[in-house]
């Protein structure tokens, strides 16, 4: 046979399409051509692939080979297309006999024929399941393959481990070959996939940081379980040392585990950015807190990959941002979209992709440059000017896409040093109950809830309509601001188990929404 086909995929965005790695070898001059829309890199394979057949103990046919990365319009990023390439060499020079069954394969080749790990394979792992393919991928990547449930995935170390996979009959195989954990992975990597198989109980995670560790701050901890219960974002001001990265570190610990289909989702958008969920932690919400250096394409995403940023890092969980003012303000305004549609639209090489991005944003700050304005304990050195500039870094409208802004003031030292913190009854427990409250009455968290959504279920007294008339003129809220106000007010409702928002509802929403 001088032809023959492979399939794997490749990746935009959250999509993984079928690729099929077409080749043929013909008479005629030696030459080794990629079409199909390959990046340099793909077309580098061509080397890597030669050393690694060689290197394996293969012969490299002589004549005209080409390869067709089908369809032609997908762009093929990335080293994934070395294994699928080099198998269909050997199946097209007779080297290697076809499959009996429909096989995916994936991997970079190293000089001498080893197999590398490429990012992205949960997601093709989930989409080859779907379809009922066979997977062939390297064993370095067996743990994340395995937590697709995938019950034909071989993970293999080498060319010849791959070559062997593909046409070992099914009964050749090893009795614990087949099945979740990608059969060959090394013993770590199966382990751990072993553990971490979604719905698996059995995987123990650290525990989190409990919110019992924090001295005082009553209205910060009271802000981070409405954020909790409602999906709100918050915003806390105070001076360096007051305990705002602390407080932020344990809205994790408050928030329940994530179902098995957001689990799913969040382990998708890891694997294309290369990164691994945890098994430990498969159905843990992201906590991410990307520093105020990085570059707008690492936390909004973008860039030639079309890699998910950190705030689609963070899709169903936390996005911290630290220093909020040292934020580029370019990287700011972009969050205005995703925060209000949970979408983050990326342009890219002629095409718009579209990847999820519904986190919760909790943001720090100093309430001036040198963090002391209003402090008891130390004076403030900055001029009225400076403390402007710094507020302005922040715009309007992203200021009013967040629901809460709280004060962090400086502690006193005997709440400090006092051997035990008084601290809200079980929080979590609080937190899941009003949930589960809302998501059962509304279908989602009040932060995420329509307009008509947001009518339905914020039905005020006759006092409470009084309170928000005033107190809209009084604050001068914005439409948004009115709504956020409402939905804060929901929030507060649920975690008190009350149907109506009472006027004491609304209060705390005010003074949690301070201008
Ligand atoms: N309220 C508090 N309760 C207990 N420990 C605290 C509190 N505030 C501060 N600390 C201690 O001080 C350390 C620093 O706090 P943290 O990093 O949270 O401050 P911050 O408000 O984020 O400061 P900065 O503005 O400089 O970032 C904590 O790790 C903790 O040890
Ligand atoms: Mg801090």
């Known amino acids: 046979m001088s032809l023959s086909r492979v399939l794997s995929r490749t990746q935009l965005g959250l999509d993984a399409p079928l690729v099929q790695v077409e080749l043929h070898v013909g008479r005629g001059l030696p030459a080794f051509t990629i079409v199909g829309l390959p990046a340099p ?69 190293g000089l001498a024929g080893d197999l590398r790990p490429v990012s992205g394979l949960f997601l093709a792992a989930l989409h080859a399941r779907e379809v009922g393919h066979a997977l062939i991928v390297p064993a370095a990547n067996g743990a994340e393959v395995a937590l697709s449930s995938h019950d034909a995935a071989y993970g293999a170390h080498s060319l010849r481990e791959a070559a062997g996979w593909l046409t070992a009959h099914p009964a050749d195989r090893p009795p614990d070959a087949a099945g979740a954990g990608a059969a060959g992975a090394d013993a770590a990597g199966a382990d751990a996939a072993g553990a971490g198989a979604p719905g698996d109980a059995g995987a123990v995670a650290a525990a989190l940081p409990a919110l019992a560790d924090v001295a005082g701050q009553w209205q910060a901890k009271r802000a981070l379980i409405v954020a909790a219960a409602g999906g709100h974002s918050l915003l806390m001001i105070g001076p360096p040392g007051s305990g705002k990265s602390m407080l932020a570190a344990r809205l994790p610990g408050l928030l329940p585990p994530l179902t098995q289909a957001e689990a799913l989702e969040v382990a998708g958008i890891a694997s294309v950015a290369g990164w691994q969920r945890d098994a430990g932690c498969w159905n843990r919400r992201p906590f991410r807190a990307p520093h105020h250096t990085a570059s707008a394409n690492a936390i909004v995403g973008g860039g030639t990959l079309a890699r998910p940023g950190e705030i689609s890092l963070a899709h169903q969980g936390v996005l911290f941002l630290d220093e909020l003012p040292e934020f580029d303000r370019r990287v700011l305004e972009s969050l205005r979209e995703p925060l209000e549609t949970g979408l983050m639209t990326i342009a890219r090489a002629g095409a718009r992709l579209t990847l999820p991005a519904q986190f919760q944003l909790i943001a720090a700050m100093n309430p001036c440059p040198c963090g002391h304005l209003g402090d008891t304990g130390k004076a403030c050195s900055c001029t009225p000017a400076s403390i402007e500039r710094y507020r302005q870094r922040i715009s309007g409208p992203v200021l009013d896409r967040i629901d809460m802004r709280v004060e962090v003031p400086r502690v006193p030292v005997d709440e400090l040093v006092q051997a035990t913190v008084a601290a809200p009854d079980d929080p979590a427990a609080q937190v899941r109950s009003a949930r589960e409250r809302r998501l059962s009455a509304s279908g989602a968290l009040s932060a995420r809830l329509s307009a008509p959504q947001l009518k339905a279920c914020c039905t005020l007294s006759a006092a409470g309509d009084r309170l928000l008339r005033s107190s809209c003129q009084r604050l001068g809220l914005s439409g948004r601001g009115v709504h956020r106000l409402l939905m804060l007010g929901r929030t507060i409702a649920d975690l008190e188990g009350s149907e109506h928002i009472e006027p004491p509802h609304l209060a705390e929403a005010i003074t949690l929404r301070r201008p």
């Open 41 to 109: 890199v793909v077309r580098e394979s061509r080397e890597r692939v030669r050393a690694a057949l060689l290197n394996s103990g293969y012969e490299f046919p002589s004549g005209r080979i080409t390869v067709n990365l089908a369809p032609v319009e997908l762009s093929k990023q990335g080293g994934r297309f070395d294994l699928p390439i080099a198998l269909g060499l050997l199946i097209a020079s007779g080297q290697l006999a076809s499959p009996r069954r429909a096989f995916e394969c994936y991997g970079e080749l």
